[in-house]
């Protein structure tokens, strides 16, 4: 692998997982303030106009914005090779496939966005990790891939803990675990989508169309609401504003740091690493609600983990020989 470098490939792994758990937190605190669809909004607004503006001044290959050489363009010709320059980022050859991804991705969020607010970040993002198992489920039922014994005792071992964390008949979290596990299927369709297609277009330009996306569904939702986005903007103090730009900024760096990490280390390597979000999830929860999972919730989660890492790393080793699959395929953080 060009550029291989496993450590910092494994830090910046850390550092995406630090990214979601403190943006889950985040998103559960100011949930008390302002009305979910809104924070669902600014965090798709601000990848989406974050991204455009990546993809506007990130230069492209010298090849592809070579200007005119000997004198003999002109006005017109150096005005073409500008927009096209700037441009080149934005052309996709796959609008459909863009839109079934974002509308995906974006079905994932809102599930994660309300979820979360029912129940402890921890359990949650326990629950919500379980797309690796889903994945092999949904390629055996829908690719009709065959899987291997291993495999599906992996599937029915997560699925084990899940029982273990959720305990039904517990009372515990009650009709609230449907947001995770809806959110582990829509986020594993998403993956069976995205592994098949993503080696058609770059990684930065899907993540620009996953943003647009999601903001152009959430805005009319937004508009014609009973939200009074305007009031509710201008009434909520600075804290909250910036805590609303910080949630679009987190979601929108920890994907950049899962492409950036997944371009340094093979994906097998990496994927046991992404399960670091349990325990961060853990931890900042800790530091702001002072919430700690009790002793079941902790076996359960670990059991997930486990599971979820191993069954990502043999999803992993069984394409490894297909390199043209993009990074964008393995990211396993839904948010």
């Known amino acids: 692998m060009k550029g291989h470098r496993p450590a910092r490939g494994i830090a910046l792994i850390a550092l995406a997982a630090l990214c979601f758990a403190t943006m889950d937190t985040t998103i559960k605190y100011l949930g008390a303030f302002l009305p979910v669809l809104l924070i669902l909004w600014a965090r798709y607004a601000f990848q989406a106009v974050s991204m455009g503006l990546w993809l506007m001044l990130t230069p492209e290959s010298a090849a592809s914005r070579q200007a005119p050489r000997g004198g003999q363009g002109n006005l017109g010709t150096a005005l073409r090779f500008l927009v096209r320059s700037k441009t080149a980022g934005f052309r996709t050859e796959h609008p459909r496939f863009q839109l079934a991804r974002g509308a995906l991705l974006l079905a994932t969020?809102?599930?994660?966005?309300?979820?979360?607010?029912?129940?402890?970040?921890?359990?949650?993002?326990?629950?919500?990790?379980?797309?690796?198992?889903?994945?092999?489920?949904?390629?055996?039922?829908v690719l009709h891939e065959r899987v291997s014994a291993p495999r599906w005792a992996l599937v029915c071992a997560a699925f084990a803990g899940a029982v273990i964390v959720i305990r039904p008949g517990s009372g515990l979290f009650g009709w609230a675990v449907l947001f995770p596990l809806a959110g582990a299927l829509t986020y594993a369709s998403f993956q069976v989508l995205t592994?098949?297609?993503?080696?058609?277009?770059?990684?930065?330009?899907?993540?620009f169309y996953t943003g647009l996306t999601g903001a152009l569904v959430l805005t009319p939702l937004l508009f014609f609401s009973a939200i009074d986005t305007d009031g509710t903007l201008l009434a909520?103090?600075?804290?909250?504003?910036?805590?609303?730009?910080?949630?679009?900024?987190?979601?929108?760096?920890?994907?950049?740091?899962?492409?950036?990490?997944?371009g340094l280390a093979p994906t097998a390597t990496l994927m046991p690493f992404i399960y670091l979000q349990i325990g961060v999830a853990a931890a900042v929860s800790w530091v702001v609600f002072r919430y700690v999972p009790d002793g079941w919730a902790w076996v359960g989660m670990g059991v997930i983990a486990v599971c979820g890492a191993a069954s990502a790393w043999l999803n992993m080793r069984k394409t490894a020989s297909h390199p043209a699959t993009s990074t964008v395929a393995a990211d396993t953080i839904a948010d």
């Open 109 to 141: 969020s809102a599930l994660s966005f309300f979820g979360v607010q029912r129940m402890p970040v921890a359990e949650f993002t326990a629950i919500n990790m379980l797309t690796p198992v889903v994945v092999t489920l949904l390629a055996a039922w």
């Open 195 to 207: 592994s098949k297609l993503s080696a058609l277009e770059s990684p930065y330009t899907t993540h």
């Open 236 to 262: 909520a103090p600075p804290r909250q504003l910036a805590l609303l730009l910080a949630i679009g900024a987190l979601g929108t760096v920890g994907h950049l740091f899962l492409i950036l990490a997944l």
